[in-house]
């Protein structure tokens, strides 16, 4: 169930850098043309045309996409709630923080914001709702060929959601795994965790908790 949607629509644009640096201007390409060839039920995809600083011009295949969450749920015994699900293009089952795509109104045009987007995921996914909420970090999963900005939250204080708990979509099938938050981590560090979202937020938690002189 996908309701809550306010917050404008993240998706960057090519040149969009809120962090500019000397120099980057010889490295940034302007978009001059762009065609659209699908559009999928999340991604669209497209064929961008640009031209670099010293005036060639270049083709580059883009997979746009509104944006995502992710969460690193930590309940009170310090373990990591984790989901396994089956992956398609991977192939396999993989072991994953909780996350989802930012819904977009069809009407409006608007993309949800992150934070209840990540509210939404966590009980969704894992039949909990956090007390606090703690925002990490933003990352691009995948800069070489698509627009999804993933934003990372850390939370804690979970309770169960009772009565009107929001369920897992239609097509996913999910296993909750709790871990404790040093057992992740080393799993991550043996190979164990292949799910980028993932080995992002335990390597964030691990930080946050050894700088806390956790157990």
Same mark, same amino acid.
């Given at each position: ?37 699908? &559009?999928?039920?999340? #991604? ?9 600083? *010293?005036?060639? +011009? ?8 509104? @944006?995502? $969450?992710?969460? $690193? ?16 293009? =991977? ?10 795509? #930012? *819904? ?8 949800? !914001? ?17 007390? +606090?909420?703690?925002? /990490? ?8 060929? =698509?627009?999804? &900005?993933?934003?990372?939250? /850390? ?7 009772? @009565? !009107?708990? /929001?369920?897992?979509?239609? !097509?996913?099938? #999910?296993?909750? $795994?709790? #871990? ?14 292949? !799910? ?8 964030? /938690? =691990? ?9």
């Amino acid at each position: 169930m996908r309701t809550e949607r306010s917050a404008p629509d993240p998706t960057p644009r090519p040149g969009d850098d809120p962090t500019p640096r000397p120099g980057d201007d010889a490295l940034v390409e302007k978009l001059v043309a762009s065609q659209v060839v699908h &559009r999928g039920r999340i #991604l669209e995809f497209r064929v961008d045309t640009v031209e670099r600083a *010293d005036g060639r +011009r270049a083709r580059r295949d883009v997979a746009a996409h509104p @944006g995502a $969450v992710a969460v $690193v749920p930590l309940d009170a015994e310090g373990r990591v709630l984790l989901v396994r699900q089956y992956r398609h293009p =991977a192939g396999r089952v993989l072991l994953e923080i909780p996350a989802g795509t #930012l *819904d977009r109104d069809p009407a409006s045009g608007a993309t949800e !914001d992150p934070a209840a987007a990540a509210r939404r995921e966590l009980e969704e996914e894992t039949g909990v709702r956090a007390g +606090r909420w703690e925002r /990490l970090a933003d990352f691009w999963t995948a800069p070489g060929f =698509a627009t999804e &900005r993933m934003v990372l939250y /850390l939370a804690t204080e979970l309770v169960p959601a009772d @009565g !009107d708990r /929001l369920g897992p979509d239609e !097509d996913e099938a #999910l296993e909750l $795994v709790r #871990l404790p938050w040093r057992e992740a981590l080393a799993a991550a560090e043996r190979g164990e965790i292949h !799910d980028a979202k993932t080995l992002v937020g335990l390597l964030w /938690l =691990a930080r946050r908790m050894e700088a806390a002189g956790a157990g």
